[in-house]
């Protein structure tokens, strides 16, 4: 049986749909070692800046029993960087490019987006989970009306396309939702990391040099599918899923459960080959149960 996989994000075409999600795969230079990056429908880079920034200091990273917290921060040679060093290198692989924007201030998210609208990436994905520095270094993404006003204000500031990555820490992540549509999203990816702490009971002391950080891997997948299926069930625009897919079972619950297309992230760590084994799983599911398209799949929940 031919299978197709290819995936229309409304307008966002990959010829797959696995995807790797932003800051678990650098630029991809990494990843060309253990696998074909040509093999992948599209990279998400890492969260890029307006400058060039270290990061946090100290203690980044903590393991957690089925998964890990980062505070790793945005580390990211700043969006020119990417322009002239990394555009260039991720072109010559058959793959799409999602430029994951970030900024302190609304301006900051618009003059990104401006910038890349001139070069060559083929979505802009916007991370609203960044702090509102005029607003107390709340998440934009946790406020409707700043969500509102950031989504509508870069949707104006350019004609790419434009993903939004919604965080799970909302009260109402549907409300979100509807919000982004409205004001001219393409698409959504979703779910950013979970807040969550690690604590030293010798040190008495959080694991975290920043005290807190976002949780990623297995531990969250269940929270993900649940807000994915919510998601899908509140708006018309397509879904790009993540949160603790290590296997092509968890890439084919997200689909089933309204994505079009998922994002492997933390898995990515443990197994660099995984988004492939993922891709071929989907393709041997795909066979085994009489799905002739990928699309098929999505939403497709008894
Ligand atoms: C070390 C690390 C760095 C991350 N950096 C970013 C980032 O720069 N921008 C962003 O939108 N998401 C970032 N994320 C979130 C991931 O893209 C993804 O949404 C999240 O980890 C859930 O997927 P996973 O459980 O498969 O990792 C990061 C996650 C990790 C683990």
Redesign the pocket.
Known sequence: MKTNLCVDLNGLVLKNPVTT????YGFGREYGEYLDLSLLGAI?V???TLEPREGNEGV??AETPM??I?S?G???PGVHAFIEHEIPFLRSHDLKIIA?I?GNTIEEYCEMAQILDHADVDSI?L?I?CPNVKNGGLAFGTNPKVVQEVVSRVRKSTSKHLMV?LSPNVTDIKEIARIVEAEGADCL??????SGMAIDIYKRRTVLKRGSG????????PI?LKLVNDVYHTVKIPILG?????THEDAVEFLLAGASAI???????SNPKAPVEILEGIQRYMVQMGYSSVTQITGDLK
Not at 189 to 194: A, F, G, Q
Not at 263 to 269: D, L, M, P
Request: avoid cysteine.
């Open positions: 999600a932003s800051g678990t998400s890492k969260g890029l980044r990273i998964g890990m980062n790793v945005l580390q990211n994951n970030n994905e991370n989970s990555k990816s979703l779910i950013n990391t979970v976002g949780l990623s891997g297995p531990a969250i997948k993900a993540m949160g603790g897919i290590a994002a492997v992230g933390t898995a990515n760590f």
